[in-house]
C-alpha cells in the first residue's frame, strides 16, 4: 500500500458492460487537474459516449470516508486536509463525523496535548491546579478522576498506538 492519498476513478460506461476501465488519481492534485484526468480518461474508454465515473476506491485518506459518488471537490479537500494534519487529522475528522471544519477547530484551538493513558492527564491537571501534601498523592485515583472528566465530556481521546493518546476539549 501507498503512502500516497489517492482516488480510483471509474469509467462507468465500461464498468456497466463488464468492463474495468479507470485510473488511480493523486487526490492532493488540483481539482482542475483531477477532472482534466477523468476527461482523458473518458475520452479513452473502451465505450462510446462514456460520460459518467463513479469513485470505486480509495487509500491513505487515515480512515475518512470516501463515498462512490462523492464529489471531487470533497475528496480534494479530504485529501488536502489529510496531506496536512496526517493521521491525527484523519482520526478527528472521523471521530466528528467527517466535518473537516469541526476538525480543524478542534485541532487548532481544542487540542490538550499527548498522553500514555487517561491518569497521567488527570494527575497533569490537577497538579497544575492544586499543590497537594505529599502525604495525600497516593489516595488519589487519578484514573477514575479521568475517566469521569470524559464520561462528563470534558474532552475525547483519539488513541494513535499504544499509549499514545490525544486529548481534545470538546468544543
Known sequence: MSNEI???VADLAAYNNGRLHGRWIDATKSVEEIY???KTLLKN??????EEFAIHD???FEGLNISEYEGI???????VFIEEHGALGGAVASHLGGNLDDAKRSL???????YSDIEDYA???TESCHELPAYIEHYIDYESMGRDMEMNGDFFIIELGYKKL???HNL
Open 6 to 8: 489517492q482516488i480510483y
Open 36 to 38: 482534466d484526468i477523468i
Open 166 to 168: 490525544h486529548f481534545f
Open 73 to 79: 471537490e470533497s475528496a480534494h479537500d479530504k485529501a
Open 108 to 114: 487548532e484551538d481544542g487540542y490538550i496535548g499527548a
Open 123 to 125: 494527575r497533569e491537571i
Open 58 to 60: 480509495y487509500e491513505g
Open 45 to 50: 474508454s473502451p465505450e462510446e459516449d462514456a
